[in-house]
């Protein structure tokens, strides 16, 4: 049995059973983010086989902040379904509903930026790493680059399907721009 690194969170086993579960969480934004510390704890083992301690530290960090990544995602994305659920039909409540949901979507957005972030800082690790690593590690490299890029796709693409039907906002700006969007696609 394997187990999380926090104790209280269950077993790997536990994960992918949640993740095939008919529930809004954990999912998508979840994943993308179980990948981005599986990137960094790969880096971090190259690290320590390279002894290079400042790196390791680094990539601990990364691992760290992934974890807590996918506990942030799992609470802003509960929020949304939440919201989702809200009556709809009654002329004078549909305009908070609406409000309540966009919120939602907002903020659910935010750990999954924070995501692309985290995925960006391991792979400039990689690159510095690389030089270092010795041929048997390179391949343990190319699997975190991998794993770190498709966590960071994922949570683009989380940000930009949560975004697409909001209204204009500085807020909504501002991820988009911290997603390399820098105006609207139809």
């Not at 990137?39 to 971090?44: E, F, N, S, Y």
């Not at 750990?111 to 995925?119: G, R, S």
């Not at 975004?163 to 911290?178: A, K, M, Q, V, Y």
């Amino acid at each position: 049995m394997v187990h999380d690194a926090q104790p209280d969170t269950g077993t790997v086993t536990d994960l992918l059973d949640r993740l095939a579960a008919r529930t809004p969480t954990p999912a998508g934004g979840s994943v993308a983010a179980l990948c981005t510390a599986q990137a960094a704890a790969l880096v971090a083992m190259v690290a320590r086989y390279c002894e290079l301690p400042d790196l390791v530290e680094r990539a601990d960090r990364l691992v760290v902040r992934s974890q807590q990544l996918m506990v942030d995602d799992e609470r802003a994305f509960a929020a949304v379904a939440e919201a989702w659920a809200r009556p709809r039909g009654v002329p004078s409540e549909d305009e908070q509903r609406r409000a309540v949901v966009s919120t939602a979507l907002l903020g659910a957005s935010e750990p999954q930026a924070q995501v692309v972030e985290t995925a960006v800082e391991v792979l400039v690790l990689i690159d510095r790493l690389r030089p270092a690593a010795k041929a048997g590690l390179l391949a343990d490299l190319v699997a975190a680059g991998e794993v770190a890029r498709a966590g960071c796709a994922i949570a683009r693409m989380n940000v930009g399907s949560n975004l697409r039907g909001l209204p204009e906002s500085d807020d909504r700006s501002r991820l988009l721009r911290r997603m390399g969007v820098t105006k609207e696609r139809d």
